[in-house]
């Protein structure tokens, strides 16, 4: 694909970005921005919330995951439809009744003040991370196609790509998300259709050809029972229920698109269907990562060194030029559901946990501060990604989940013994408990061998972590009469 092609492409992807935030944000105001005034339909959420949950790193890291890891990854992903009914029938019910902007607004109606900073604190770093991380895999793809051309560094591939997404998201926020959610999953879920029969066809398999391929394929073992590997079927099936817990029901990010319903009916159907739909789309991937080595081997193509670069180099380099352009649309739509959204609730977080900022108030100043810290955490961004351009050494969605395994497990130690005791903690100490939990975490997972048989944590490790902060709480807590 041409330097040309790839720009007119993207470019008029973010043409229809734009005009979609146009009619989006006309006569928007603040409460537009951070709650769409309530007013969204629960199916187009729920649709949106596809791509915005799987994102750039599903897309991309997920079929070249398949080599080393087979289908264990779908044992998650089973995992996750119970994680998915705890939000619906625990979570979401808490959160319409307290009518909260911010999730984390219930620490501190539980616990007090530290612990509502705490857990929005930790939220913060968590999201930085992972939205640095999917921003990350865009940028490289745009690199590649586009920028390295003209001899563009790739300090200035991430510029752009964050300037984009500034420009659509920074009037009306979460509404205009809730829209461009909705495109991008179909751009996405079309990406990896059209990719699989394009890879299909130079195969000669029909549909149920590619079905028994698969099948017979030596990636599609699901199911790992080796007790001591880090994708054994427990290990991973109840860190999934967790995972989708801590990362979709306990994270201002995916949350804040299912408080736009207009009531936690809506939102209750949204997430039903979003799960039951979950399961299908990312058989898909793994699916579309075994046809893509099988493809591979049978024309004699080189695997990259880095599994995430084996879809974007066949589709780029091997495939047709439509097949280019389709892996394009899908890889900026996969990436970008995720990032503006979370560009979104990194904003509307600080401005409410930190700054206090009534939604509501339409005053000047309240409007500029806003805009202000959505500019402020575009920049972050964009330092964030630099940093792990120069860091990174290994697979992104590993990455991804080890970093969440740490940051998020705060949270649900909070919100865990929010909701299952009825104990009063000692707010102050909060802040210390939540900090040294990673910590004591870190360490056992480094020496796990030595002090537990030659056992090995996988994603787990969140749920340790969840425990640790959990019963650091109950240490520090009595008994509330009231």
């Given amino acids: 694909m041409s330097p040309v092609l790839v720009f007119s492409v993207i470019a008029s992807y973010f043409g229809l970005l734009i005009l979609i935030s146009y009619f989006t944000s006309r006569k928007s105001n603040n409460a537009a921005f951070f709650t769409a005034n309530k007013q969204s339909p629960w199916y187009l959420v729920a649709f949106g919330m596809i791509g915005a949950s799987l994102s750039g790193v599903t897309f991309i890291s997920v079929p070249g995951w398949v080599a080393d890891t087979k289908f264990y990854y779908f044992q998650m992903v089973l995992g996750y439809l119970v994680g998915y009914f705890v939000i619906a029938t625990v979570l979401m019910p808490i959160y319409y009744k307290l009518n909260l902007v911010t999730i984390y607004t219930y620490l501190e109606k539980r616990f007090g003040y530290w612990s509502y900073k705490t857990g929005s604190a930790f939220f913060l770093l968590s999201r930085v991370i992972g939205a640095s991380f999917r921003l990350f895999l865009v940028a490289g793809v745009l690199q590649i196609g586009f920028f390295n051309a003209f001899e563009i560094p790739f300090w200035i591939t991430v510029l752009v790509t964050i300037s984009l997404i500034w420009v659509y998201t920074f009037r009306a926020g979460i509404k205009t998300i809730v829209w461009t959610d909705t495109l991008q999953t179909l751009f996405m879920l079309t990406a990896v259709v059209v990719t699989i029969f394009i890879v299909a066809k ?83 991937f793994l699916s579309l990562g075994a046809l893509l080595y099988i493809y591979a081997s049978k024309f004699g193509i080189v695997i990259p060194a880095k599994t995430d670069d084996l879809y974007p180099t066949l589709a780029l380099n091997n495939f047709s030029i439509f097949a280019g352009i389709v892996f394009l649309l899908g890889i900026t739509a996969a990436a970008f559901s995720s990032a503006d959204s979370a560009l979104t609730a990194l904003t509307t977080s600080f401005s409410v946990d930190f700054l206090n900022m009534d939604v509501n108030d339409e005053k000047k100043d309240i409007r500029k501060t806003k805009r202000l810290v959505h500019l402020g955490f575009s920049l972050l961004l964009f330092i964030v990604i630099l940093i792990f351009n120069f860091l990174n050494d290994e697979s992104v969605i590993s990455a991804v989940f080890k970093a969440a395994g740490y940051t998020y497990g705060p949270i649900l130690g909070l919100f865990a013994f929010g909701l299952l005791t009825k104990r009063k903690v000692i707010d102050k100490v909060v802040p210390y408990i939540a900090i040294i939990s990673p910590i004591l975490v870190y360490f056992l997972n480094v020496f796990s061998e030595q002090l537990l048989f030659g056992y090995k944590f996988g994603f787990e490790l969140l749920i340790v972590n969840g425990a640790f902060t959990f019963f650091g709480l109950l240490m520090f807590s009595r008994k509330d009469n009231t």
């Fill in 202 to 284: 130079g195969l000669n398999l029909n549909f149920s050809g590619i079905i028994k391929t698969v099948r017979e394929s030596d990636y599609s073992t699901v199911f790992n029972w080796d007790w001591k590997s880090k994708s054994n079927f427990i290990k991973q099936f109840i860190a999934g229920a967790f995972i989708a817990i801590v990362m979709t029901g306990l994270d201002q990010d995916m949350m804040q698109k299912n408080l736009t319903c207009r009531n936690v009916k809506d939102a209750k159907k949204n997430m039903f269907w979003f799960s039951i739909t979950l399961v299908p789309v990312n058989l898909l």
